[in-house]
């Protein structure tokens, strides 16, 4: 069974270039809502033996001693998180005695994050350092990589459809994640970056052994035209990069729904990534680099 | 089955084999336990696997990640580096005495700050750790108790060192400076101790009554050195000589700075993990990762039948191979690590499809089985390659990243990713090969 990508290739582009360009907007409009590890501040999280009191409770608890502003979320029945500027120790006590008047905590279940501005500034810098060094080691990866296709166009035209649909594999998620952060709550944290970063080096190499399958194609049949041996290179590969992505999904399914709350926005964003990235590997790249090859023929039987 | 393939096949079998007595070395001592109370005697010479824990991170066993900046505004620029030292020492003590197990305390510069980060792990009482952590080290001068004569029999070590000495008026603050000297007749190390007009005449009061006396020095209720005095020391000036080596003496003269020139510190952010919760979250992962793991071998049997199986034995393999690392490294374990051990399982079976598919390629083009088989693996080498290697180039880079987060994922994920290529590639072909030339090698559908 063949499937022709090319012949349909126009509906992933709407459908992609309107997600993309959805994801853009949600970002420019929502923003991203930046995790303590960046913007300095608290999270502490509690269990309760029993019940949670009610969230009004907790927040007239805290804002009794002055502080805000204050987020209160209910995690579960017993568990509950809560979100506080830059707090010191002598503070953190007091709110925990407070809290602990309200209802009884359970003891060893705490978990306590405070930042100050100082260090999340700095983090900011040096992962802002680590994600231009990622996209720099990418891209001379991909100049490498790439160069050894160089026909019917140039290699760097398959560069930068790649180049293209990793964009497309991390604004998406970056978007979602700007949507989450509005109506969930979802933080872009170090952990969420970190995901990205993985996303990028892993998703490169679907659309690499798509565009390494055209280049063998193109010796083998010499004289076939460009589209009919992309489309066969898609296909001889398309098991290949559902069954591998398949495999690193279920993983990362299972560390969503049962690995622990920290892992859960880490594995969400890779799932994401991944599962785009899959898909724009088959879809976009490829496609992509057909369309500019046709576009320029016909630019080139016009003269 | 040439004999190559054989002796492949038995080294990896004993290399796994060796390596799981160490992954799950509690569970068989237990199983030798029961052997050795069956009375039979050859069964009581078995001797126990020696056991060795995995190495576990503050949020998995609970504890507490303590970053303080040091104020260093009243230290000359080129004793900075040597006053966070004592300020790490003092601390250390102090951190000690808490019971801590094997406490981190690291000096850190960033630019022209000075932080200290310490790591307490399995703390219960995390807010008195931190008040005694923030205290300014206490440095005094305590004298030799008259004590009658009868009691005084040597026998030091059994008194306490409360009852052997009391307290001085003279403290850290009349103390102004301590420094390592070499004595240039003698050429031994010598502690130089200056103090302030106040001090000095304090100190000349208290030398004058205990000479020969031994005049002990303290910080935070710890002994730091307790020489004996010569004479009346006049002058403010003294010196602090005896049998210790340069760095003996050093550590002295750095621990009596950090008393005479407290360092304040201020925390400035802190991570603190429950007990109850880093131990919930670690099996919860480690759930994730069996389920995961299984899941896994479930679908490459589903989609590629015996080859697919074989491929799990490889993965077993991985797995084998990656916990043993993790305890002979030692790699501290983190929820971000076991993040990045978990992921690779997902991507080391990826291997296995690129070279599966590329077997099935080239049967059915019509190469006979052995010839499909290597092809299959000569063939995909390059993707798998390279991509193995962009992974890995990312997680070096993020490994450079100081966050601990980070770092323990990048560190396991290409751990994972080294490992699985031998796993994949060495492992999986041995195992193929095994069965050419068998009766299995015809059953078609076993190969799909």
């Known amino acids: 069974m063949q499937f022709d990508f090319i012949k349909y290739r126009r509906i992933p582009y709407i459908f992609s270039a309107g997600l993309v360009g959805a994801c853009l907007v949600l970002i420019a409009v929502l923003g991203l809502k930046w995790s303590i590890d960046f913007t300095g501040g608290s999270v502490l999280s509690l269990e309760y033996e029993s019940q949670v009191p009610s969230t009004q409770e ?42 602990q008047e309200t209802a009884k905590i359970q003891t060893g279940s705490e978990q306590f994050e405070t930042i100050g501005p100082v260090i999340g500034k700095e983090l900011k810098s040096k992962i802002k350092v680590v994600v231009v060094l990622s996209l720099l080691a990418i891209l001379v990866y991909i100049i490498i990589a790439f160069g050894r296709v160089s026909f019917p166009v140039k290699s760097s035209i398959y560069g930068l459809m790649g180049t293209i649909a990793l964009f497309h594999d991390v604004t998406i998620p970056l978007g979602i994640w700007a949507l989450l952060g509005k109506y969930a709550g979802y933080e872009v944290s170090i952990p969420v970056i970190t995901a990205l970063l993985t996303v990028f080096g892993y998703s490169i190499n679907d659309t690499v052994v798509v565009f390494d399958r055209i280049r063998e ?51 969400l964003t890779l799932i994401i990534g991944i599962g785009f990235g899959t898909y724009s590997s088959i879809f976009l790249a490829s496609p992509l680099v057909y369309s500019f090859y046709k576009i320029k023929n016909r630019k080139n039987n016009k003269k | ?119 307490l792990a399995g703390v219960m009482d995390v807010h008195q750790a931190i008040e005694m952590i923030g205290k300014t080290p206490y440095l005094e001068f305590r004298q030799e108790k008259s004590l009658p004569t009868s009691t005084q ?47 000095a005449e304090l100190f000349e009061k208290i030398t004058s009554q205990n000479v020969g006396k031994r005049l002990a020095i303290f910080i935070d209720n710890a002994l730091i050195s307790a020489p004996v005095v010569q004479e009346k020391i006049a002058g403010g000036k003294a010196r602090i000589t005896g049998k210790f080596t340069v ?49 896994v071998c479930l679908f490459m049997i589903v989609v590629y039948r015996f080859s697919g199986f074989l491929a799990c034995l490889a993965l077993a393999v991985y797995t084998v191979i990656m916990l043993s690392l993790f305890k002979l490294i030692p790699v501290t374990l983190t929820l971000a690590g076991i993040g990045g051990a978990i992921l690779s399982v997902g991507m080391a079976v990826d291997a296995n499809v690129l070279i599966f598919e590329r077997q099935k390629e080239e049967r059915k083009k019509g190469e006979v089985f052995e010839r499909a088989l290597e092809n299959g693996f000569k063939r995909s080498w390059p993707s798998i390659r390279d991509s193995n290697l962009t992974t890995l180039l990312i997680a070096l880079i993020m490994f450079s990243f100081g966050s601990s987060f980070v770092k323990g994922f990048a560190f396991t994920l290409s751990l994972g990713v080294v490992v699985s290529m031998f796993s994949a590639i060495i492992v999986t072909r041995t195992l193929m090969r095994m069965f050419l030339g068998t009766k299995l090698e015809k059953i078609k559908w076993l190969w799909r």
Do not use: W
């Open chain 1, 58 to 99: 907790i927040q007239r608890v805290i804002s009794d001693m002055g502080l805000s502003p204050v987020i209160v979320q209910k995690e579960t029945d017993k568990k509950v998180i809560l979100k506080l500027p830059y707090i010191n120790e002598q503070t953190h006590q007091q709110i925990l005695s407070r809290l």
């Open chain 2, 153 to 199: 029999n040597n026998n030091d070590e059994e008194m306490s060192l409360q009852d052997i000495f009391e307290g001085t008026p003279l403290t850290g603050r009349f103390l102004k400076n301590a420094d390592l000297e070499i004595n240039q007749q003698t050429l031994q190390p010598e502690i130089l101790l200056e103090f302030n007009k106040e001090g």
């Open chain 2, 247 to 295: 760095s003996e003496a050093r550590e002295i003269a750095r621990n009596l700075k950090a008393g005479a020139l407290p360092v304040p510190i201020t925390l400035i952010s802190q991570t603190t993990v429950g007990p109850v919760l880093g131990k919930a979250s670690l099996s919860q992962s480690l759930r994730a990762g069996l389920f995961g793991f299984l899941c």
């Open chain 1, 217 to 267: 194609n193109l010796i083998k049949n010499r004289g076939e035209d460009f589209g009919v041996i992309v489309n066969k290179s898609l296909n001889d590969t398309l098991v290949r990069s559902v069954n591998t992505s398949l495999t690193v999904l279920i993983v990362l399914l299972f560390l969503f729904f049962l690995g622990g709350s920290t892992l859960k926005p880490f594995s």
């Open chain 2, 1 to 119: 089955m040439d004999s190559k393939t054989k002796n492949k096949f038995i080294a990896i079998a004993l290399f796994a084999a060796v390596l799981s007595c160490l992954v799950f070395a509690q569970t068989i001592n237990k199983g030798i336990n029961v052997l050795k109370t069956k009375e039979v005697p050859l069964l009581e010479k078995i001797p126990f696997v020696p056991v060795k824990e995995f190495k576990l991170g503050l949020d998995l066993k609970g504890g507490s990640h303590l970053i303080y900046e040091a104020d260093l505004s009243a230290i000359a620029e080129r004793e900075k580096r040597e006053a966070m030292e004592g300020l790490r020492d003092v601390i250390e003590k102090r951190v000690n005495m808490l019971g801590v197990a094997e406490p981190q305390i690291v000096v850190q510069q960033v630019d022209d700050k000075y932080r200290l980060v310490v790591d």
